[in-house]
């Protein structure tokens, strides 16, 4: 099984709501990703978990909130957030070796914002 | 911060015909690799070279590395229509303890049928 699997695809928020975005492998990998995506854009870093520990943040606002409860999941938590964050959210693994290996992503969670 | 950046960031030919992108960045890397992704969909991996590597090839795909130059090209041959997509580079770079992977603004191919 060579999948990340991102649930929801489509997702459409209030600013005053909270929501989660949920993303799973079953490759044995270590480490794993979130990044966000704007139109016509690449995709940016926003946090690395490796061992189930955050690792790196990339400066990400509060209202966005990672958490990765086993080594197969990883959650991004989402809290009161602007029109200018809706994007697609991106979740990757690789294999933690020195060096980095190939990153494996998911179809991405569409993120609408109103 | 982008660390790549890829030229042209439009690109459109013929069936057939041959395409090259080119990225440069601007630190030392571990690794550098390239991605395609279709309109709006996850990013699939294509090939990896590593720091120590001049050229390689999979498939319809060659990659080069200059490092004297911090720059790698990719040349997809006999382009099909299904080659269609965004094609990013990408650089491994160490972050504290660990590797994150950063993404050059890309190229958008597209392949006339």
């Known amino acids: 099984d060579t999948e990340v699997t991102q649930t929801p695809k489509h997702l459409v928020m209030g600013m005053t709501n909270k929501k989660s975005l949920k993303c799973e492998q079953h490759m044995g990998h270590r480490a794993m990703y979130w990044y966000k995506q704007k139109a016509k854009k690449p995709p940016e870093l926003m946090f690395v978990y490796s061992y189930e520990k955050l690792s790196i943040n990339e400066s990400v606002p509060s209202r966005f909130s990672p958490e990765c409860p086993n080594s197969s999941l990883l959650n991004l938590h989402l809290h009161a957030l602007q029109p200018e964050d809706s994007a697609l959210y991106l979740c990757a693994s690789s294999p933690l070796v020195q060096g980095l290996t190939e990153a494996f992503f998911g179809q991405g969670t569409r993120l609408t914002v109103v | 911060s982008q660390q790549g950046e890829e030229d042209p960031q439009a690109l459109s030919i013929q069936e057939g015909e041959n395409a090259t992108m080119n990225c440069s960045y601007k630190?030392?890397?571990?690794?550098l690799q390239w991605y395609r992704q279709n309109s709006g969909r996850g990013l699939v991996h294509l090939i990896l070279i590593r720091s120590n590597e001049r050229e390689k090839h999979s498939g319809r795909l060659r990659v080069t590395l200059d490092t004297s130059k911090k720059s790698s090209s990719l040349l997809i041959t006999a382009s099909r229509a299904a080659d269609t997509a965004s094609y990013f580079c990408?650089?491994?770079?160490?972050?504290?303890?660990?590797?994150?992977?950063?993404f050059g603004k890309g190229t958008l191919l597209t392949v006339n049928p």
């Open positions: 630190t030392s890397i571990n690794n």
């Open positions: 990408a650089t491994a770079l160490r972050g504290g303890s660990n590797y994150k992977l950063t």
